[in-house]
């Protein structure tokens, strides 16, 4: 079984300040790991995805996340938010061995001026 | 390119009737999924295909069905809507197992 678990639902934040979104995950294979963003009544979009190799990744829009194996967390920051950033953004861990993707709950990210 | 495309956009049905659900993608991908968002629980995977001909079950499968004749289009079917198929409904496409997926607008489904 696997499963991702989003620490935080909702994250207040002021513009240009540093944001994190904590994720942890847990798994009895290996795992590949991503994060989505959704903006108001749109689908999903892919930030950043980590598959192997370094554990800091970059991904668009400023966001980079890092792949900790010792402590099975994959938490996403941005140093400096905008407006623009208010959103949903899901954690997501996909199984080597069967390829299926399953999603945290969410964390709803609010930007005020 | 459209990328991937969902039909209808809205649909309120009453307990019992049937729908289905179009997805559509224009990226030759091969795998294509259906998934399920409801509030607080993320999204939640109702049943994916790797392949043209192919359809397997996902997380929460139940009161569903699935085909994939054209590999182009994934077609999710509710023969008997129920209350607790309230939810905004998701397809995606990637090129392979461990591919970036795609997503679609979504529909929003209401049972009554």
């Known amino acids: 079984a696997q499963s991702v678990t989003q620490l935080d639902s909702q994250v207040p934040v002021f513009e240009e300040a540093p944001v994190e979104l904590r994720c942890n995950y847990s798994s009895s294979v290996s795992v590949y790991l991503f994060w989505y963003v959704q903006y108001p009544n749109q689908g999903l979009q892919l930030l950043l995805k980590?598959?192997?190799?370094?554990?800091l990744v970059k991904g668009i829009n400023g966001f980079e996340a890092e792949f900790n194996k010792s402590q099975t967390s994959f938490h996403l920051r941005k140093p400096s938010v905008h407006i623009s950033d208010t959103a949903e953004y899901f954690c997501?861990?996909?199984?080597?061995?069967?390829?299926?993707?399953?999603f945290g709950a969410g964390t709803t990210v609010t930007v005020r001026a | 390119n459209a990328g991937v495309t969902q039909t209808p956009k809205f649909r309120v049905l009453k307990t019992g009737q049937s729908m289905t659900l179009l997805c559509a993608q224009d990226?030759?991908?091969?795998?294509m999924y259906w998934y399920r968002q409801d509030p607080g629980m993320g999204l939640r995977l109702i049943h994916y295909s790797v392949g043209e001909g192919t359809t397997a079950k996902g997380e929460v499968p139940d009161g569903y069905n699935v085909s994939r004749l054209k590999k182009q289009n994934f077609l999710l079917g509710l023969e008997s809507a129920a209350p607790s198929q309230t939810s905004v409904y998701f397809c995606?496409?990637?090129?392979?197992?461990?591919?970036?997926?795609?997503f679609g607008p979504g529909t929003r489904l209401t049972v009554l």
């Open positions: 980590y598959l192997s190799g370094s554990t």
């Open positions: 990226m030759n991908h091969e795998y």
């Open positions: 995606a496409s990637s090129y392979e197992g461990i591919g970036t997926q795609y």
């Open positions: 997501a861990s996909l199984r080597s061995n069967d390829y299926k993707l399953s």
